[in-house]
């Protein structure tokens, strides 16, 4: 397997990588993965080695892993593989604030974890089942009778946003503010628009703060706010840290998630009419849809020199897991393009694995969960309105712009 | 509620209160047991709170899912007779006295 050395500009490979294992392979910004991102990250192992070194792959040179396995063994060996520095957001060296708990590391991992664990068991996500469903149905409601809709505009951004702002304690009136936020910060490819949403989402965050400081409640920045991990106060900005990170991990994945899986559905009628003829197996087709639509990747920095199938690392070093090729992986799901609802069941890499483990998962399966349920109960029939190319955001969370679809 | 005994391999037992609805997994995570990962927190995703039911309470604790059977699969550990994911035994009071054994890995 011959690996291409097309360095990106500018790019500088440390001494100990040999050269046979750089390979650019443009995740996230080259043309033929945005063409396709899934089917180009399924395709990777055909194409790449199994472990190879990016000059600026996700902005930073590092280690991609491809193989279920070594993903799984870097995530659960933070003592190796940290994730303390790793956050894709700019802070200031002289102010610096950590993503909480991402990137603190066991033993103090599971403090900071378990102030938030009971509002995401789930059995406490079970309980939002019937909000979350009147809310899906809300949404319909605004563009059923129009016979199309700009899915991810009218139904895959406010939603989430929407049980987001329950979750969290906050009023729904600020859905329009947190969509545009969403966007201005995850979308707008441009730093300056960047830092300027990031001003107004940290003065309003911390206004949020002091309110749940003074008038607590069962939300879920009251429960960090008053939060005692280890028996500790936290200190302003670990609050920060902690809200903030909820703020980015919460919005755009489940996002990216819907707006995948509705172009693939609109796509492909007769599994729609698979889904809608096995309502007791939507927990499977979920997860399956999981597997085969996974949006993200994982950024780990090596504490020490370590070996990886025998390969070289050194301490300080980056290393990602492509989570989306990982569940693509033909030695752990064979046939892995095919979307078999009835595949065995299996751990996947949809949100990451060990200690940092999305804390999320149960709430994000439950909205996609109902999201098609009730999608497809009311409208069954839809393609993507004629004329339409679809075209994915560069950048860490995988997914379409824009997924118009068309109903009679 | 119910006393699950939580036996490590070395044999060392840990006698923990479970209240009514948590699972066996809940009852060692929240007690400082150790040898229960459970990565996912309880979604039936990731077999890492595998356990060994206790012979004598195999035939009393509720089957397991198909899901969790498919599941089992991909424990780190041997599997074997009473093998489980923990998070899918629901504590009540017919599981008091629950004898679960841990395994000596989890992935």
Redesign the interface.
Known sequence: MAATSTAAPGARIPAHVPPELVYYAGITEGAEFLAAPHRFMAELHDKAPPIFFSPSEHSHAAWQLLKYDDAFFVLRHPEFFTAAGTGPFPRDPDDYWRIIPLEIEPPEHRKYRAIVDPLVSPKTIGTLEVSIRRLANELIDGFIDKGECEFAKDFGRPLPVGVFLDIMGLPRSMMDEFVRWAMGLLHAQDRAIAGEVMAEVTAYLQTVIKEKAAAPDGGAVSAIVHGRPGGEEMSSKEIFGFVFFLFIAGLDTVFATLNNIFVWLAENPDRRQEILSEPDNINNVVEELLRVFTVTFSGRTLTQDFELRGIQMKKGDRVTSILPSCNYDPDIFPDPQTVDFHRPRKPTLAFAGGVHSCMGAHLARLEIKVCIEEFLRRIPEFTLTPGTAISYWPGGVVGPKSVPLSWK | MAVVTYVEQGGARHDVVVPD?DSVMQGAINNGVEGIAA?????????TCHCYVDDAWIARVAAPSE?EI??L??VAADRRAGSRLSCQIAIDDSLDGLVVHLPEKQ?
């Open positions: 609805g990565e996912c927190g309880g979604g039936l995703a990731c077999a899901t498919e599941m699969d991909a992935y």
